[in-house]
């Protein structure tokens, strides 16, 4: 059975840093494309990294470019959101996607078919 399980998420001062992990079981990540989305309360689920097949080149928003970094470990089945330089604004659930299907990046979340279950993230000011 494939699944996506998120950690590292918690409460952090602007400024902070937190790492967010994915780590997948049943199927093997880097054959996918991977990304992470957020949603913030009484607003959409929006598109914030993502990491190509092939050559792993990363893909960010641009509200995060120069703080956010998407990583893959294909040895550990894992890919990370290095988060630096937080600000209020970046407090939601964030969560992290795949699709077998997609073979090209997309920040459409309505393009992924499988989700992990969300790891809070909490910035104060």
């Known amino acids: 059975q494939r699944q996506l399980v998120e950690s590292g998420g918690g409460l952090v001062h602007a400024g902070g840093s937190l790492r967010l992990s994915c780590a997948a079981s049943?199927?093997?990540?880097?054959?996918?494309?991977e990304g992470w989305f957020r949603q913030a309360p009484g607003k959409e689920r929006e598109g914030v990294s993502f990491?190509?097949?092939?050559?792993?080149?990363?893909y960010h928003a641009d509200f995060v470019k120069g703080r956010f970094t998407i990583s893959r470990d294909n040895a550990k089945n894992t890919v990370y959101l290095q988060m630096n330089n937080l600000k209020p604004e970046d407090t939601a659930v964030y969560y992290c996607?795949?699709?077998?299907?997609?073979?090209?990046?997309?920040?459409?979340?309505?393009?992924?078919?499988?989700w992990g279950q969300g790891t809070q993230v909490t910035v104060s000011s």
């Open positions: 996607a795949t699709d077998p299907r997609l073979r090209y990046v997309s920040f459409d979340p309505a393009d992924y078919e499988l």
């Open positions: 990491i190509a097949t092939s050559d792993g080149t990363p």
């Open positions: 049943g199927f093997t990540l880097n054959y996918y494309v």
